[in-house]
């Protein structure tokens, strides 16, 4: 099943310091330049790895972003043990396929010993034939499979979560600065080109770099 789309950032990144941190109020897609006043809704961005669960109608697989990616054996592990067991749950409720795409979080993947000792799954979107499913039924699907899902932190303008992003919102998980957010529109949208209209911001993209002595 398809691979988990690019998440385009809000902003242009500044070429002048290679790219490190961004140029606030150039928006990087013209779209999102026109929806900035509109209300998204908010998720924390995780730091982890992407996975895809898969169901073809028949059996259950396990992705990473891409096809040729790794997934760490502790992770197919807790997968396994999370979604097999499932399989007749999966052919009831999606009788014609479905992929779930998720955050592999947890010790040893990324920062992840933030969150977790131990390594998990975090639901985050759900596809069915070419229809993603709204916020509140990937919620939904989340409590079927007793899988979490990213914090919901709340709804606002581009504007408004750039200063969430650049002040450190605190994680869900502890007391540490969240990655960032992952920024929807209330109502599924798409560009002109066929792209899913969704974006991103991360808390390092603010913190200009040091510069070293001449």
């Known amino acids: 099943m398809i ?19 961004l140029l606030e109020d150039q928006f990087s897609i013209p779209e999102f330049e026109f929806l900035k006043d509109n209300l998204w809704s908010f998720s924390e961005k995780l730091d982890g790895t992407n996975i895809r669960v898969m169901f073809d109608g028949t059996k259950i697989t396990f992705g990473g972003k891409t096809d040729n990616a790794n997934i760490p054996a502790k992770l197919i592990n807790r997968l396994t043990e999370r979604f097999l067991p499932q399989l007749d749950l999966f052919k009831a409720d999606f009788f014609d396929g479905a992929c779930l795409y998720g955050e592999g979080i947890g010790a040893g993947i990324q920062k992840g010993g933030n969150y977790h000792a131990h390594q998990d799954f975090v ?18 699907v989340a409590k079927l499979f007793c899988l979490k899902t ?8 581009l504007h408004q979560m750039t ?11 502890g007391d540490f600065k969240a990655e960032g957010i ?4 209330l ?15 991360k808390h390092k993209d603010f913190i200009k770099p040091i510069e070293k002595a001449a």
């Open 150 to 157: 990213a914090q919901h932190i709340g709804t606002g303008t």
């Open 182 to 185: 992952v920024a929807r529109p």
């Open 187 to 201: 109502v599924e949208l798409k560009t002109r080109g066929g792209e899913r209209i969704i974006t991103k911001l």
């Open 163 to 173: 200063k969430l992003v650049k002040g450190g919102l605190l994680s869900e998980y």
């Open 3 to 21: 691979e988990y789309h690019k998440i385009q950032t809000v902003y242009k990144r500044d070429f002048e310091i290679k790219h490190k941190t």
């Open 123 to 140: 639901l985050f979107d759900v596809l069915i034939g070419d229809w993603w499913l709204r916020e509140e039924d990937v919620k939904s």
